[in-house]
């Protein structure tokens, strides 16, 4: 089953949705395919956007490589920065209909599932690691009730059925500005930025120590 025998992390990124022409989550993702990060190679996937077939897909890379980090990643347009997903409820709520033309509507992602689950990633240091990059992060806690959010759900709860040596969780970008400047105000990231910021991830998520115990809570 394991065909690579090297430490390795598997990154993905989604295809473009909702009538824009890229999505910048892939667009960053595949120039990391073939990178070696501190000894660890980086593979990577594009998900259909799609509630019906973007589990499946993620289920045959992670059996494909057997990655000891996955991080999924997709554009969140209108957000300002990158944006390290705390959590993932069961909930499907499609604001649009996604690529194959579904648009569930207050649905569970896994009918026996539990409300949420909460990422395994250590978001404290990523966080920080960013800063100290000089790259915009912050911590969110709310995926949306898209494609998005569902994914994360199944990775998260298919690490805790099966693979529970994994750590997995979800980020989420901005627009590209070639993006923005198709809707007036939106804030945007370029790619090259985007690219970084996706390398310290990987390096704050392969570094194996625990969390930080400093506070991103909000009030509101
Ligand atoms: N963003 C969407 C789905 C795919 C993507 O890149 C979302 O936030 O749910």
């Known amino acids: 089953m394991t065909n690579s025998v090297k430490p390795c992390v598997l990154i993905t990124g989604f295809a473009p949705f909702g009538g824009e022409k890229i999505n910048p989550s892939w667009q ?9 990060i501190d000894g660890f190679a980086i593979h990577t996937k594009e998900l259909p956007c799609e509630f019906d077939t973007s589990i499946s897909v ?10 000891h980090v996955v991080l999924c990643i997709g554009q ?4 300002a920065d990158i944006s390290i997903e705390r959590v993932a409820i069961n909930v499907n709520d499609a604001r649009i209909a ?5 648009q569930p509507i207050d649905t ?5 599932g539990p409300a949420a689950y909460f990422t395994n990633l250590p978001i404290k240091r990523i966080q920080q690691a960013l800063h100290q990059s000089d790259i915009p992060a912050s911590i969110s806690n709310t995926a949306g009730t898209y494609v998005c959010n569902h994914i994360m759900y199944g990775l998260m709860h298919e690490i805790t059925l099966h693979h ?7 980020v989420h970008i901005p627009y ?8 007036n105000g939106a804030p945007s990231m370029s790619q090259e930025t985007v690219i970084s910021a996706l390398k310290v991830i990987v390096t704050a998520a392969i570094s194996n120590k625990t969390d930080l115990k400093v506070t991103a809570g909000t009030t509101h």
């Open 108 to 112: 569970p992602v896994v009918a026996t």
């Open 176 to 183: 590209l500005p070639s993006q923005a400047v198709h809707h």
């Open 58 to 67: 993620l289920q045959g890379a992670i059996n494909k490589y057997s990655p």
């Open 164 to 170: 529970q040596n994994i750590k997995g969780g979800f």
């Open 98 to 102: 996604d690529n194959a033309g579904a």
């Open 76 to 79: 969140a347009g209108g957000r």
């Open 28 to 36: 960053a993702v595949q120039a990391l395919e073939g990178l070696n």
